[in-house]
């Protein structure tokens, strides 16, 4: 599938944060709201220690990360992504944008996409 510029409006986040304890939350510019359990958000993590560069398999064993993960920082990267810096020191992560709101599991972003919209 082909993204055509322009012709996508990307939301940009206003505020990133932890919501609590267990949770992060992006509160996006046209106010929409995500709120990734941080240990989801971990296991999402796009870095290549965590997915495979060449194949873009996920190489990250869920085992691996601690249940009780959390964000002890979250970074802005730019005007693009953001870089969380999480408890079991694992830091590489990148989370763009796009990323982030691709993978938002709030129910209107989880809503099947209607095919034949190719
Ligand atoms: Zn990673
Ligand atoms: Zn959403």
Redesign the pocket.
Known sequence: MVDSPGNRISPVPVEVGRANLHDVRVRWDDR?E?LFPARDLRLLCPCAVCVSEDTGERILVPTQVPVGVQPLRIEAVGRYAIQVFWSDGHSSGIYSFDYLMEN?P?P??RRPVSPGNS
């Open positions: 929409h995500s938002c709030c209107l972003c």
